[in-house]
């Protein structure tokens, strides 16, 4: 897709995944830094009834986000589909000027979406549940589409670019930056070998 670079006066020039893990590698907190707490999902492990089980840590911030977009003024997006300056200027008076909450980063994205800048590829990627089929030998497996996650108890939640976006312009340049085709739906054994996956 030709995207008019006039429409990104805003964005910074960087590649959203890389200055999104940037960010976090700098030691700027997370607004997802609750979500992101090993020791506070271990005590909520705790404090749980026996007999219970804890949500994934994406399905409780899916259940929070739920909740709290339940108390927020709908706002009807323009009628225009993809990168338009139209649609671009609407993010930018909802979500511009100011780090943004983990609900915001959220909503930002699924508004993305309904105005067609964001692909479904590109939101369950940036949600980092975007998965992945492995052709193996006696049948098919799925994975992660980032499956080095090092941090097993998040479940990879911890990878999804979101987790690194502050602000409205990490948004959009990660979807400036994003390509369906490095992505796939489909990999064969020798592929996911090749990437160290299996």
């Not at 995207?3 to 910074?12: D, M, N, R």
């Not at 707490?37 to 994406?58: I, N, T």
């Not at 909740?67 to 589909?81: F, G, H, I, V």
Request: proline letters at 5%; charged letters at 25%; aromatic letters at 10%.
């Amino acid at each position: 897709m030709d995207i008019p670079s006039s429409l990104f006066s805003h964005v910074s020039p960087y590649s959203g995944t890389g200055r999104a893990r940037a960010a976090q590698g700098s030691g700027q907190k997370s607004a997802f830094a609750e979500y992101l707490d090993v020791d506070r999902q271990r005590q909520k492990m705790r404090e749980l009834p026996p007999g219970q089980s804890l949500s994934s840590v994406y399905m409780q911030f899916k259940d929070d986000y739920r909740a709290w977009k339940a108390r927020q003024t709908e706002e009807t997006p323009p009628d225009s589909q993809g990168w338009t300056e139209e649609n671009l200027e609407f993010l930018r008076e909802r979500f511009a000027g100011k780090d943004l909450s983990a609900f915001e980063i959220y909503d930002a994205l699924e508004t993305m979406q309904e105005q067609g800048i964001l692909s479904w590829k590109a939101m369950r990627c940036a949600e980092g549940s975007c998965m992945i089929a492995i052709d193996r030998e006696g049948g098919i497996c799925m994975t992660n589409a980032d499956p080095d996650s090092t941090t097993a108890w998040l479940h990879g939640f911890d990878k999804a670019p979101m987790t690194g976006f502050h602000t409205l312009d990490d948004i959009l340049a990660w979807a400036k930056d994003f390509r369906e085709e490095e992505h796939p739906d489909f990999i064969t054994q020798a592929e996911a070998i090749a990437r160290g996956w299996i």
